[in-house]
């Protein structure tokens, strides 16, 4: 049976970027060879612009895979808790207006979720582009310590885990306060990976999976703020031997690819003969695989 992929666009007064960001979802090689499913939840906040006409019409073309609500809410968070309670996927991600998945994505995602079953959350290259659709940055990720993540350590000292290349199993949902969520106005993103991480570690593939459009005014923008709403949902402090795993993690952030392959081997990479598969494990986990804290 295909995996069912359910993304959720949370968004107000967003017609300019809208249509790009709908049709990287739609237009996914995997859902088009019918290996893979989607339904593609967009929560509009009560726009002004042309969105929601827009969004009648993606419903329209698209019945039963594309579907959108439009009503007030409390900000992005609440929005996209509404779309998570929504969601009936086995594979489960949101992506903003403005973003972009590469069309190839959910091949990726699939391939790596279905031999392996111990992988519950994935993520792949960092990848930025600008106003003009341009790319301008693409890094891959060194490794993300469970007990770090839980610290908020990914975007104060190491960088950010990208939302936009991150996708994780329906299951994890379940350590997930959607009402807590919905309360959240910056901040959103470290929630879930907070909790995500109290049950297991996120997994890095060396493949483009999706992009982050920069341009002003985004609510990214005030990191002293976002950083300020991690504060309210990290319960622990760094101890002297995170400090320096910390200060090793910076150095193999700006490493070489081959060097951050060799230091985590536990990176997904794709080889002609054998697909998507790690140096450790040959790419094929067993459940209950241990994991590293």
């Known amino acids: 049976m295909s995996l069912l992929f359910s993304i959720i666009t949370p968004c107000l007064n967003a017609a300019p970027w809208l249509d790009e960001t709908i049709r ?7 859902v088009r060879d019918g290996k893979a499913n989607v339904e593609h939840i967009v929560v509009d906040g009560g726009s002004s612009d042309n969105t929601v006409p827009m969004l009648q019409r ?69 990848v930025a582009y600008n106003e003009f659709g341009q790319v301008f940055e693409v890094g891959l990720p060194y490794l993300y310590r469970r007990r770090l993540v839980r610290l908020g350590v990914y975007g104060v000292d190491l960088p950010f885990i990208q939302q936009e290349s991150t996708f994780w199993r329906a299951d994890l949902l379940s350590a997930v306060d959607c009402d807590r969520l919905a309360s959240l106005k910056l901040a959103g993103d470290f929630y879930l990976w907070h909790q995500f991480a109290g049950k297991t570690e996120l997994r890095i593939v060396q ?81 209950g695989a241990d994991e590293r804290p």
């Open 24 to 30: 990287s979802v739609l237009d996914q090689t995997a």
């Open 58 to 126: 993606f419903q329209e073309q698209h019945p039963g895979v594309f579907a959108f609500s439009s009503e007030p809410d409390r900000g992005m968070y609440d929005a996209l808790a509404k779309g998570l309670r929504r969601a009936r996927g086995d594979v489960v991600a949101y992506l903003n207006a403005g973003d972009y998945y590469h069309p190839t994505c959910f091949d990726v995602v699939r391939t790596i979720f279905e031999q392996n079953s111990a992988v519950s959350w994935l993520t792949g290259y960092g």
């Open 207 to 287: 493949a483009l999976l999706g992009g982050f459009r920069c341009q002003p005014g985004q609510l990214s923008a005030d990191l002293a703020a976002y950083r300020d709403e991690m504060k309210g949902i990290v319960t622990a402090k760094p101890t002297t031997r995170d400090r320096a795993e910390i200060l090793l993690d910076h150095a193999l952030f700006r490493a070489p690819d081959w060097l951050k392959s060799h230091m985590n081997p536990d990176i997904f990479r794709f080889s002609r003969e054998h697909g998507w598969t790690t140096q450790t494990r040959g790419g094929r986990q067993k459940e």
